[in-house]
């Protein structure tokens, strides 16, 4: 159980579009799930909280802008990076919270690879 | 603000060797702490976890405890396999859900 999935897994883009990646949580009911950015060699940096039905809140130096949040159902948050540009380029990991279990339970999705040239 | 300290990378061991993998933090509270494993090209996954203090947690041979007194939560195994390479993260968690995770550090074993 506690299955999160991510899609895609791997996305190219080109410098000015915008891509969307899907969260879904498979097997539970997820009020919150969040959003993290890892950097080559480096930590996961938390971008954001999103709660179902209510607007995401971001960490400080996250444009709002930019990484559009929409968490519209239980079961499925979604990121829009907007007008990508190759800095964004980076592994995009989502990671969701059983609305029944403890509080402190994350479970991960797998990951997203943006690369935008 | 909360903060987790692991110790520096790369680790490189020979198979069979014991494996240390040292985790400190700082919090306000009773957070909870978490050792999360990343093999290549893939997200995290859960190691183990203890939720209070003298905790231990354990499984596929890891163990960390929780260590209040020292804000400790060190990872250890007795005996590293080749599949046991990965990036290992240690991380706490608080009461109201905010995570910090330290910045991994990569396990390389050796046959």
């Known amino acids: 159980g506690a299955v999160v999935s991510q899609h895609p897994s791997r996305v190219i883009c080109k410098s000015g579009t915008s891509v969307k990646i899907e969260c879904r949580s498979l097997?539970?009911?997820?009020?919150?799930m969040f959003w993290y950015r890892q950097f080559p060699k480096k930590s996961l940096m938390l971008m954001a909280t999103?709660?179902?039905?209510?607007?995401?809140?971001?960490e400080q130096g996250v444009e709002k802008d930019k990484f559009l949040i929409n968490h519209a159902s239980l079961t499925l948050s979604t990121l829009t990076v907007t007008s990508a540009h190759p800095e964004d380029s980076s592994f995009y990991i989502c990671?969701?919270?059983?609305?029944?279990?403890?509080?402190?339970?994350?479970?991960f999705g797998p990951g997203t690879r943006l690369t935008v040239l | 603000g909360n903060s987790v300290t692991q110790m520096e990378g790369p680790v490189t061991l020979s198979e069979e060797a014991f494996l240390t993998i040292n985790c400190t933090y700082t919090?306000?509270?009773?957070?909870?702490l978490f050792w999360y494993v990343q093999y290549p090209g893939e997200g995290l996954q859960l190691l183990l976890k203890?939720?209070?203090?003298?905790d231990k947690g354990s499984n596929k041979g890891f163990e960390a405890t929780y260590r209040k007194e020292t804000t400790s939560f060190h990872l250890e195994k007795g005996s590293v396999q080749v599949s046991d390479s990965a990036v290992y993260f240690c991380?706490?968690?608080?009461?109201?859900?905010?995570?910090?995770f330290g910045d991994g550090t990569t396990l390389t074993v050796k046959p």
């Open positions: 991380a706490l968690i608080t009461n109201a859900g905010k995570s910090t």
């Open positions: 097997d539970f009911q997820a009020t919150t």
């Open positions: 919090a306000t509270g009773y957070p909870s």
């Open positions: 990671s969701a919270r059983d609305r029944t279990g403890v509080i402190h339970e994350q479970f």
């Open positions: 999103s709660n179902e039905g209510s607007k995401a809140t971001y």
């Open positions: 203890a939720t209070k203090a003298d």
